[in-house]
């Protein structure tokens, strides 16, 4: 393909400083290869076109002129997904949303923000704290991932007990298919019962039905005060028992997470930091609840109390300050970083039924130890939604190459194990690249078939993300 | 058609006792035909084959054979819609859905029940209330609609300022498409970023893309204690400045309703009940509040201080008991009844951005006025959301004829204005046939052709509730 035609061509569309071609000395080839890939690596990007849009008009004429040409276009938000969903790999021309991060308006009746959607996650949250509001997805990747980028794949987050995945915060969406057009999904009203309700169709579709150029997100209103309680937990039935007991106490529950002893050995390890408890035990727990006024503070105390009592810990602290709860957080917060800078590691991103969870671990563990022998594996997450990490450690002695394949013959395996206890094998992550061979194990056949349907309503050429999720 | 060979079929499908055929002895030709329409009551029923099913596996019976032998369904629930969505006029087997009404399961962990779809609402609140646990789905339908019309048409109803509407609360579906197929979407679990969320076509398709045969929806904490506070409004601007400072007060909003002196009138009249105010006023606005102990009780009266101190209001009180907010809430609730009973209406239930709703309020009454020379117009709604119920009351000396017909003429102007402040021409009520050719007001043209393509593919033959919405 000439590249050089489709750089004159989308230069002429779109103004000539809003595109590049790789090498025409404009950018650091590093650069311009990281924006056609994520946080996988396993996939090497390989492209030769990237475009930076400033505005819906400018995403059009870009997939507009795709689409008569026959040429796949890839959405590139942050890139920091984990299933090699914004990869180019063949020759797409990459559309970054970077320049593209601007507040178009705020409705304060509705509590509402309209952005465009290459706004930094965590930009957003401070536009909404000006405005004294709050918007309550949170996660680790916030300071680079995009809200786009957020919405194309429903991010979740830590606070998904309480407030619920992005998708309910979405009102409204500004999006262009893969022929060009442009629809306005609400923003502006509340209600709209009047046919079906497409936008939901674009919230996790990996940027394989549209290009997601503007959104209305709703606000609320911060949490007063927050407030992180630590516990040691002798047995996996006592997570569950303690999450279930939280439910008896008047305090709003903002995350529920836990971690094994394993992950909390490998963060003391890689921070540097002490170990929170006296003697060690097998999971952890952490707690975050809001609170406000000294009646609240006295029910936390009760909760400590009363899941002591019945011995579902082993030792527990309540964070006495806001630094305190950050310490607390980063036993938390720092497994991923600590595990992926000093290990090769293997990820899953799973959910289960939180009732069917212990028998899955069960049968997940036996498995797991007879397949993968002196393998480590780290396991932590996001436990009241029922969502697992699983990261699986490769061992020093073993090469990369053998260390995948083995994983890859296990995956399916273990796929299965989550079909049995009606799970879920990507809970955050999406599909991407990654898990597009093992979709069946979540969805039907006859669901496949109509995502296929669905995809040709919307792209009938297949540009958008080609390769992607189905 | 030969419908004495579709009841012999269906009969020998799904059992003999399932199947009705008009006037074959077994029911009052009335309630039969009641099975086939809902409270719009502008189009006739005309239909000869009615099916009871008592499981998903008999509506897929029942659909896998209609798409054989190329005979349109109509899907009754409680067939208490406003848009005729529910209507069956061309000889289609009407698929009643009472008899699937059970509970089919419960996880306390998600805090879900699951049930079939033809469980009535108000017997759902009370399978949650006897859990533990709280559906805020609430309007003044719920002793008769099932859940899955509610589902079917995105119902939203008095508590949706807090609460949202029945979309946020639906976390699994059970579906059977226009061939026949089951889908199950979800229902066990919270997270399932795998490919595109189908579930939420299903919700406000108005059973054009499927019939929703179960529904697992998630459940709260009932809200600890209710106080509703009534206030006199003399302008409309004032009932913003009302809502926007309640958002400075620490107390859950449940409910902003509004209504105009007309309908305060008309309830007083019906009702019999006595002025809440000593002075009459323009406006009247009811608001709810979760409230829990002494400190919310003052915060309760600060709110009143505060809104009566900056001349909002004229008048207002506090609901002292729960009886008391009983009482508020009937000069609120009883005015489709008070309007219904003793008059011919016209109904419009639309939606404008709050910030919007002055001046459409301002040129939709020069519209009306101008256009209904001596009609009255009953205005009232669910003002927190920007939802507005419109009650065009027919003078006595006109024949109904006349009357719908001046109606007729007068919507698609009131369209355009709501187009033109972007609103939305159906809140609440759904598309159905009574709105169906004023589609274009509310979706653009491509939104509607993807529409049909998204039909097509659940639905090839088009069986499904034909010639509603689309």
């Not at 103004?15 to 996939?43: C, H, P, W």
């Not at 914004?86 to 559309?95: C, F, L, R, T, Y």
């Not at 707690?287 to 936390?300: A, C």
Request: hydrophobic content about 35%; proline content about 4%.
């Amino acid at each position: 393909m000439d590249f050089s035609k489709t750089k004159n061509d989308l230069s002429q569309l779109i103004g000539d400083k809003k595109v590049i071609q790789k090498n025409d000395g404009t950018m650091d080839e590093a650069l311009f290869n990281s924006y056609g890939t994520d946080r996988t690596k396993v996939y090497p990007p390989n492209y030769q076109v990237l475009v930076f849009p400033e505005s819906t008009e400018d995403v059009a004429a870009i997939v507009s002129y795709a689409y008569k040409n026959d040429i796949a276009v890839v959405p590139s938000g942050g890139r920091t997904g984990y299933a090699g969903g914004a990869v180019a790999k063949n020759g797409e021309i990459v559309i970054s949303l970077s320049k593209m991060d601007k507040v178009v308006d705020f409705d304060p009746f509705l509590g509402t923000l309209h952005v465009q959607a290459g706004m930094i996650t965590k930009n957003l949250h401070k536009e909404a704290e000006e405005r004294g509001f709050y918007f309550p997805v949170d996660f680790a990747a916030t300071g680079s991932s995009h809200i786009g980028g957020n919405i194309a794949t429903n991010a979740g987050g830590v606070r998904v007990v309480h407030y619920g995945l992005i998708r309910d915060w979405v009102l409204g969406l500004t999006v262009v298919n893969g022929k060009g057009e442009t629809y306005k999904f609400n923003g502006e009203i509340l209600k709209n019962n009047t046919g079906y309700d497409l936008k939901h169709l674009f919230i996790g579709s990996e940027g394989t039905l549209g290009i997601i150029t503007e959104a209305v997100v709703k606000l609320t209103k911060p949490p007063k005060d927050i407030r992180v309680i630590f516990l040691a937990v002798p047995e996996y039935k006592n997570i569950l028992e303690i999450f279930r007991e939280t439910h008896n106490f008047d305090l709003p529950l903002l995350a529920f997470e836990f971690l094994t002893d394993y992950c909390l050995d490998k963060v003391k390890e890689h921070l540097g930091v002490p170990d929170p408890f006296q003697a060690p035990s097998k999971y952890y727990v952490l707690m975050e609840f809001e609170v406000s006024g000294e009646s609240d503070e006295e029910k936390l105390y009760s909760i400590l109390e009363s899941i002591t009592e019945k011995e579902f810990v082993t030792d527990g602290s309540i964070a006495q300050n806001s630094r305190q709860n950050e310490t607390f957080w980063k036993y938390r917060e720092g497994i991923s970083e600590s595990l992926s800078l000093a290990y090769t590691v293997h990820k899953n991103d799973i959910s289960l039924p939180l009732r069917n969870m212990e028998a899955f671990l069960d049968e997940m563990t036996s498995l797991l130890t007879k397949k993968y022998q002196g393998f480590h594996i780290a396991l932590f997450g996001h436990i009241g939604d029922g969502n697992l990490h699983l990261n699986i450690v490769k061992p020093k002695d073993l090469s990369d190459a053998e260390f995948f394949a083995q994983c890859k013959q296990v995956d399916p395996e273990m796929f299965t194990l989550i079909q049995k206890f009606k799970g879920s094998i990507s809970a955050e992550h999406g599909i991407g690249l990654l898990k597009k061979d093992y979709l069946n194990f979540s969805r039907s056949e006859s669901e496949i078939n109509t995502m296929r349907a669905i995809k040709l309503a919307f792209d009938p050429k297949g540009i958008l993300n080609p390769g992607k999720v189905l």
